[in-house]
């Protein structure tokens, strides 16, 4: 079993879905978590189901200062978080044709530029402490596959990919690894209406396992990426999709 004890581990967009799951994971696996979000009272009723070793802090991944204040929070009250969670993520589903220049923006700045700013910030404070540590970023496979009305996520999602690639060349002489995680298609508040749709049931039925995937399927690949087990793992995306990305069909 993975033992993550005496790490210390942020999760952004902890309020719900996967980030929810993943604080867990981590915090059963030993680790002192930081629960992150602006929802920060669904954080504490679910922080109050955990036990010990678990923290919620208010910050909203879209504004920078909201990010650096977060990290000094964290930075006092349970020291250097040497495992980074970049979840946080919006989909902003609209036809390109449509879509106002201002949703565009706000898709990359929460799915791409809030995890640049949160892997800069926090490979800052494990690089003055001469402390490794892992930064996973949650990405998508559709960052690697396209699917219309989607053109924003898609972008974002692919820029995410290769921002891990770019950041584990930059880290890796400071003992910080930078993988990635690209989930397929899960039920969770944002994907929710979408699987259920005619359009989404189509798309299942596409997947090769024929099946959504369950949150308990991102276990494995969450604790391989945070603990010694993948430390020999840098700048590698790990796609749990049932087989989504590989079916041409």
Request: proline share 3%; net charge neutral; hydrophobic share 50%.
């Amino acid at each position: 079993m993975t033992d993550l004890s005496g790490r210390t581990a942020l999760v952004t967009g902890a309020s719900s879905g996967l980030g929810a799951h993943f604080a867990r994971v981590l915090h059963d696996a030993g680790a002192t978590v930081v629960l992150a979000a602006r929802r920060v009272a669904r954080m504490d009723a679910a922080v109050a189901t955990f036990g010990k070793r678990a923290h919620t802090i208010a910050m909203d991944v879209a504004d920078e200062a909201s990010i650096l204040a977060g990290f000094e929070r964290i930075e006092a009250s349970v020291g250097t978080c040497d495992i980074i969670v970049n979840n946080a993520g919006i989909s902003g589903d609209a036809f390109a044709l449509k879509m106002p220049t201002e949703q565009w923006d706000r898709v990359i700045d929460i799915n791409l530029r809030a995890p640049f700013i949160i892997a800069r910030e926090g490979a800052k404070r494990l690089a003055a402490a001469k402390k490794p540590g892992s930064i996973i970023n949650v990405a998508s496979v559709l960052g690697l596959r396209g699917s219309p009305q989607v053109a924003a996520y898609m972008a974002s999602k692919a820029g995410l990919i290769h921002l891990t690639h770019a950041l584990a060349l930059e880290f890796a002489r400071y003992r910080i690894r930078v993988n990635a995680i690209a989930p397929g298609y899960f039920k969770t508040e944002i994907s929710a209406d979408f699987l259920e749709s005619e359009h989404g049931q189509a798309l299942v039925a596409r997947i090769p396992q024929r099946a959504i995937g369950e949150l308990e399927h991102l276990t494995g690949p969450l604790l391989l990426l945070a603990s010694d087990a993948g430390a020999y793992m840098t700048g590698s995306i790990v796609v749990v999709d049932g087989g989504l990305s590989i079916n041409s069909l």
